[in-house]
């Protein structure tokens, strides 16, 4: 008990220390776990003997990733991202792995070794090219999302190729009798007790094997959601994390029963699940344990790799590690030209997946216990993924160097969605100001169409059954596509100030008829907007401020009468106040350097409070707002004329 006390500590408290330091040096964790391992191993030999039989027990961390990975992947997603997947993805799974397969025949191994090799190298590092992409913010960009989707594809592929590694074994561990029944050599005939196909004939292992991912499949639809209800009823926390890893574990013996991949069950059980309203439920309860047994598996990992070998074998190991890289690296460009990617895209998409993966790791671990891989071979492969993986933070760095030279081409800009929707109102920006436009002009009765660059906000309004579409709304073929030919309002709701101008006087030219309503930012936002051509300018704080002052005044002790004619005030000032520096406003001057412009503020604020005092003393409403004209809160109406007169310009359109 003592002795099992003190690995734990010492586990656990170099997972604490290393993992956060090698992320902030922007290593990823997976790197800071390995290193990690090598430091308590091999450096300070604080670990030893006990390191094998505890990464058995890690490699369940794999099962929960795999669970996980299925969670993530809803069917209907995935046939949307059939294409890359089985293009893109499945290109490079097989050109990998047909490539380094083929190298490894060269050096002399058997075919079988050689396909084993290939299956091992051909994977990259989701946890370092996953972290590192959103980092740099590079996940929406062309080759970040293709990148994205060859990793998916090799996650699925683990599935496959933990069901081929075992029948690669030199020395087979599965034999047929002459009946068709299941014979495995080097088994203790205690263990076979717990076979559900031993002895089987061959069309009886099939049945069973199919009838067992198919119980997993209809368990998943049918029996998960009265289960959960079941347990909620209980109303403890603990219960749901209980019956979470009942789930995973229930399902990994299973498929050991029949001789499966427990990774395979587990992966198709979360695939089932993945549509569950208890779907989050399970990922939070899984989530801490998966990522503690994965981290534990890595130091073991770490821990393990034979250091005699390396420094027996240094230049070899160096060798193949840059040689396999390059390899991956040409196939991945020449991949990423048949698919269209081109500059820093091309070069993301190619440095990015060059390494090989933390996957790498457990299917050498798997080889070894299958005795597909000689135990000098799997060492030596050990030290090639590790070695990778920490050349990858150095190939990042090489595209960034190529990116910076590159210029700013626009290769990095994300593909924008192919709009085939058009409506009268066009709404550019979809935060929150776009947001409330939408709902409230939808709610009714009215179609509209919405453009953002936001891919996150897009789809997070698609989870909500609003429709939108994907693309820079200033470019003016999606402004055509969306319908700007013939629409009757166009929205103009996007955060950058400068994107907002442009768009308004492109539209205003190219449609002098449509209907402008735009969002500013401040004061000398909406004179800009207004000599774009807006018809409609709305401060996109400006109401809300009037009414959360109002909430103040009324707090205060003010009768709900007298903060409401206090609001008024100060909105028919503020008015005033717009119009009266619109005359000293000029363009491309700043207002600090705008000596006129400041001296008229100063006086205006200071007669902003005798305003206010005065009117709350009258009790009335002063003088009226003006009438007649739609939609008098807009700013734009309190410009009408003002700015041409001042800038000797004349706007595009009249105000409200």
Not at 51 to 60: G, I, P, R, S, V
Request: charged share 15%; no cysteine; aromatic share 8%.
């Amino acid at each position: 008990m003592d002795d099992f006390l003190l690995q734990a500590t010492i586990y656990l408290g170099a997972m604490v220390v290393a993992v956060p330091l090698s992320v902030r040096f922007g290593m990823g964790s997976v790197l800071g776990y390995l290193l990690a391992g090598i430091i308590i191993g091999p450096v300070l030999g604080l670990v030893g003997a006990e390191t094998e039989d505890l990464q058995h027990f890690a490699e369940f961390g794999v099962v929960l990733m795999l669970f996980l990975i299925g969670l993530e992947l809803d069917p209907r997603g995935l046939w949307e991202m059939r294409k890359k997947l089985i293009g893109l993805g499945g290109a490079q799974v097989v050109l990998s792995t047909t490539a380094l397969a083929a190298g490894a025949s060269l050096l002399g191994f058997g075919w079988q070794t050689s396909l084993a090799i290939g299956m091992i190298l051909a994977l990259s590092s989701t946890a370092i090219v996953l972290q590192t992409l959103n980092e740099k913010g590079l996940m929406q960009t062309g080759g970040g999302r293709s990148a994205f989707s060859v990793l998916l594809t090799q996650d699925i592929a683990v599935i496959p190729m933990l069901a081929l590694l075992p029948l690669l074994a030199v020395q087979s561990l599965v034999s047929f009798d002459e009946d068709g029944s299941i014979q495995r050599a080097g088994e203790d005939e205690a263990l076979h007790t717990m076979s559900l196909v031993e002895g089987l004939p061959a069309w009886g292992v099939t049945l069973v094997t199919l009838g067992a991912v198919a119980a997993v499949i209809l368990a998943g639809y049918y029996l998960s959601q009265p289960l959960f209800r079941f347990i909620h009823m209980a109303r403890l926390r603990e219960m749901y994390t209980a019956v979470a890893l009942v789930i995973v574990v229930g399902i990994a013996f299973l498929m050991i029963l029949v001789g499966l991949s427990p990774a395979l069950g587990a992966f198709v059980a979360g695939v089932v699940l993945a549509n569950s309203e208890f779907r989050h439920e399970l990922e939070a309860d899984i989530e801490p344990f998966k990522g503690l047994l994965l981290g534990l598996f890595f130091i073991t990992v770490g821990a393990g790799i034979n250091f005699s070998v390396l420094w027996a074998n240094l230049f070899a190991v160096v060798g193949l590690t840059l040689a396999i890289m390059v390899i991956k690296g040409l196939l991945l460009y020449g991949i990423g030209l048949a698919f269209k990617l081109r500059g820093r895209n091309l070069w993301l998409f190619t440095l990015g997946l060059a390494q090989a993966g933390e996957f790498g790791f457990v299917l050498i671990s798997f080889s070894l216990q299958q005795s597909v891989l000689p135990v000098q071979i799997g060492e030596m492969l050990l030290l090639v993924v590790a070695l990778s993986m920490l050349l990858t933070p150095l190939f990042f760095i090489l595209y960034e160097v190529l990116s910076h030279r590159m210029g700013d081409g626009g290769d990095d800009a994300p593909e924008p969605d192919k709009i085939d929707a058009q409506a009268p109102i066009i709404i550019a920006g979809i935060g929150r100001f776009g947001q409330v436009v939408n709902r409230m002009v939808q709610a009714s009765g009215f179609k509209t169409v919405v453009l953002d660059n936001d891919l996150a906000m897009i789809r997070l309004m698609r989870q909500f059954g609003f429709r939108g579409f994907f693309g820079d709304p200033t470019r003016p073929e999606l402004l055509h596509a969306a319908g700007l030919d013939e629409a009757k309002v166009l929205v103009v709701a996007v955060d950058d100030k400068q994107a907002a101008v442009r768009l308004v006087a492109y539209a205003r030219r190219l449609r002098p008829d449509i209907a402008i309503t735009a969002r500013a930012h401040d004061r000398l936002h909406v004179y800009e907007l207004y000599n774009a051509g807006a018809d409609h300018i709305v401060r996109e704080m400006f109401d809300s401020s009037l009414r959360a002052g109002r909430y103040v005044l009324e707090d205060m002790g003010l009768t709900d009468y007298e903060a409401h004619e206090l609001e008024t005030a100060f909105y028919r000032h503020d008015r005033q106040n717009l119009r009266a520096l619109a005359d000293v406003w000029r363009p491309g001057v700043p207002v600090a350097q705008n000596a006129a412009y400041m001296e008229r503020a100063r006086e205006l604020n200071n007669n902003l409070e005798a305003a206010l005092v005065s009117q709350l003393d009258e009790g009335g409403t002063g003088e009226p707002p003006q009438t007649g004209a739609r939609h008098t809160r807009s700013d734009a109406g309190a410009l009408k004329g003002v700015i041409a007169r001042s800038t000797g310009s004349t706007p595009a359109s009249g105000g409200s």
